[in-house]
């Protein structure tokens, strides 16, 4: 594996968009998912991304990224000290090297947009069943069948999927006091005689 495939807390994070097109809407849908606070770094934005704005979903500035908004550590909500990823568009050649040149600097992952050999990460098809989610990469090589793939999953993976696990989570607790031998058993006999009527 060139890509090692891992699922990142973006509760206490800030994620990092550069630019303002079509190219970057696509990801910032995605990214409105998280929890993540979303920052746009764009003179001009996609009419979209106004929207969000100023549904206050993310945060918009009309300018280029600067080398204060990675390094300040004092100057809250607009610190971006704690930036986890970032998302860069390559529309324009200049902006992208600035940008790249700035995380690069303090080691924060970034994606440029349809650019795998810049990109330091790469973002994977998603079928998304919150808090299941299933991430599908073929390491750039084959997008399109990522994307058969993740149809197919999405066809055969119920809607309640997500309902199932969340419900599973808050239980646990009740289970804490038997041993682990015990509640493999428990969770085995749910997941394979119980789960299936609820998920049909």
């Not at 979209?48 to 204060?68: K, N, S, T, V």
Request: glycine share 4%; aromatic share 8%; net charge positive.
């Amino acid at each position: 594996m060139q890509y090692f495939p891992i699922n990142i807390r973006c509760s206490d994070a800030t994620i990092i968009v550069v630019g303002g097109g079509e190219d970057v809407v696509a990801k910032i849908r995605l990214l409105l998912k998280t929890e993540a606070r979303i920052a746009v770094f764009a003179p001009k934005a996609d009419p979209a991304i106004a929207a969000w704005h100023d549904e206050g979903r993310l945060h918009h500035y009309p300018r280029q990224l600067a080398p204060q908004d990675l390094a300040a550590k004092d100057l809250a909500p607009k610190n971006y000290s704690n930036t986890r990823l970032a998302y860069i568009s390559g529309a324009d050649s200049s902006i992208r090297d600035q940008a790249i040149h700035m995380l690069d600097k303090h080691n924060i992952l970034y994606c440029v947009i349809d650019d795998l050999p810049r990109s330091r990460f790469i973002t994977p098809a998603i079928v998304d069943r919150d808090p299941v989610t299933i991430a599908i990469g073929t390491e750039g090589k084959a997008p399109v069948l990522a994307r058969r793939i993740k149809a197919m999953i999405e066809q055969n993976l119920s809607s309640h999927t997500g309902i199932l696990a969340t419900v599973s989570g808050q239980f646990r607790q009740y289970l804490a006091q038997f041993s682990s031998r015990f509640r493999r058993q428990f969770w085995g006999q749910i997941f394979d005689n119980v789960a299936p009527s609820i998920l049909a």
